[in-house]
């Protein structure tokens, strides 16, 4: 599994709005100067975000966004499986939601199931509060 620079940013958002929550929304601008994101990229990021229901959203002059749920709601797993569409450690169609011709006689295919369901689980367990409390 690799995770993409939008998997990344990703949770650097979400840490950096959790680490300025003060209950007032937070510009892009704000943010994107802290993490040194662009802009532009930072904008589909936090589109994917909000549309993911993890922001609350503002427009105007004291528009921006903040966490919808305290940090220790939101799983990296969650985060990431937003960002990424999946965790899976192989490009392989029997873990995702798509079925393999190959399956029935595909002997690594069960290495690669319980890796996936490691992953998840490791991910699952960690939080944003975890990260911003070195609980790692």
Do not use: F
Not at 46 to 63: D, F
Not at 81 to 110: D, F, H, Q
Request: with cysteine; glycine share 10%.
């Amino acid at each position: 599994m690799i995770v993409s620079s939008r998997g990344r940013y990703a949770i650097r958002v979400m840490i950096d709005l959790a680490q300025h929550n003060n209950g007032e929304l937070i510009s892009l601008k704000e943010i994107a100067q802290r993490q040194e994101i662009s802009m532009k990229y930072l904008e589909l990021i936090v589109r994917t975000l909000n549309k993911g229901g993890m922001l609350v959203s503002g427009r105007g002059k004291k528009g921006g966004y903040r966490l919808k749920k305290s940090p220790e709601e939101y799983s990296i797993s969650e985060i990431l499986k937003l960002t990424e569409k999946t965790l899976a450690p192989v490009n392989c169609g029997m873990i995702g939601e798509e079925g393999c011709e190959r399956a029935a006689k595909c002997i690594t295919l069960p290495m690669w199931k319980k890796l996936d369901a490691i992953i998840d689980e490791y991910l699952s367990g960690v939080t944003l509060k975890d990260l911003l409390e070195g609980n790692v």
